[in-house]
């Protein structure tokens, strides 16, 4: 399979509907974004979307997140999946590839990612690509 990445500009129809099918496969407590959600990440200063492409159409997608903090620039990629159609053809090391490439171009010095642990062979593909687990605590404070 031949993958091609690229970032997505504009909410057309087929972005969309690509994230009305991949978002439920990632989450099953996050319902998709519609036309003004995808608008709005589109638009955000710091945030690229990355979408992957085979003949079908978009198989996955990848959001990177690049900002400025007191120790320096640093990137974040959110929210890797994959259309089960599409796992395991390298999809998603193709998408987290560019990400990184995208962050280095940027002065990013650190690109950060969290998987569950049952995402084994997500988990798998992060260590194959050079991430390393950190020593850190992630905590969350729910606001809703």
Known sequence: MTVAVEVAIDATPELVDAFARLVPQL???SPPPGKEELGEMLAAPGTT?????DGSGIVGTLTLIVFRIPTGMRAWIEDVVVDESARGAGVGEALTLRAVEL????GART???TSRPSREA????????GFT????NIYRFDLK
């Open 122 to 129: 997500a988990n798998r593909l992060y260590r194959r690509l």
């Open 103 to 106: 962050a280095g171009e940027v």
């Open 49 to 53: 979307v990355l979408v992957a492409r």
């Open 111 to 113: 690109v950060d990612l």
């Open 133 to 136: 687990a950190r020593n850190t």
């Open 27 to 29: 989450s099953r407590s």
